[in-house]
């Protein structure tokens, strides 16, 4: 079956810090994968994706490759402000079913 | 483009009583999901709907939990009788293709 593990947290920065949150995944097939943001009290926005090996999905300063070889999907981001507090879901869709990660809660301190 | 729309936002029940829940898809999206997530996890899904049929009701409590898409846009998702553990946020998302699912605001459900 798909499954999704993504690094616990939560995770508390400095502004400016560099962030990386892992995620690694189980699936039949060729998945697309996904990291979903959820800032407080909002609903999951999809922040990026990447639909194949070695595509690399951007948005807001945020990258993350699809790494076939390692099934990892990590997201990384070179300088973190407070408003990027929030948590995190990486996911996988196969079929048109989402699964996601446990989520990360990352916390920015100014 | 309007995004997935759902009421109420919070609701507060006790237990064993009903409550529904009701989600509008971004337009032309015909593909619908229902979500639960409990605090400090991961949503997991409900039920999908592909326009008006179920596609996927694995996951779905059906001694308690029902819902339907009539005409293949609304949906609704109901709980008779509620219990404790069904507090939870309850997302509704759509989507066109396999690139991507789009959220609502949730449904944030107390049950006391």
């Known amino acids: 079956g798909n499954s999704v593990t993504q690094m616990e947290g939560p995770v508390t920065l400095s502004e400016e810090a560099f962030l990386t949150i892992n995620c690694t995944y189980t699936?039949?097939?060729?998945?697309?994968l996904f990291w979903y943001v959820q800032y407080p009290g909002e609903g999951l926005q999809l922040l990026l994706k990447a639909t194949k090996a070695d595509d690399k999905g951007s948005n807001k300063g945020f990258e993350a490759t699809y790494r076939k070889e390692t099934t990892s999907f990590h997201l990384e981001k070179g300088s973190v402000q407070v408003s990027d507090s929030a948590v995190y879901f990486c996911a996988l869709s196969n079929d048109y079913k989402l699964s996601f990660g446990a989520g990360t809660t990352v916390t920015v301190r100014a | 483009e309007a995004g997935v729309a759902q009421s109420p936002r919070y609701k507060i029940i006790e237990k064993r009583q009903s409550v529904a829940f009701w989600c509008n898809p971004i337009?032309?999206?015909?593909?619908l999901y229902w979500y639960q997530q409990i605090l400090g996890q991961g949503p997991k899904l409900l039920i999908q709907f592909q326009n008006n049929g179920v596609v996927d009701d694995s996951q779905l409590p059906k001694d308690r939990f029902s819902a339907e898409r009539l005409k293949g846009v609304d949906s609704t998702l109901k709980i008779q009788p509620a219990k404790l553990e069904d507090s939870a946020v309850y997302l509704c998302a759509s989507s066109l293709d396999l690139l991507g699912q789009y959220f609502g605001p949730g449904t944030r459900l107390t049950v006391t």
């Open positions: 699936a039949t097939g060729y998945p697309s």
């Open positions: 337009s032309g999206h015909a593909t």
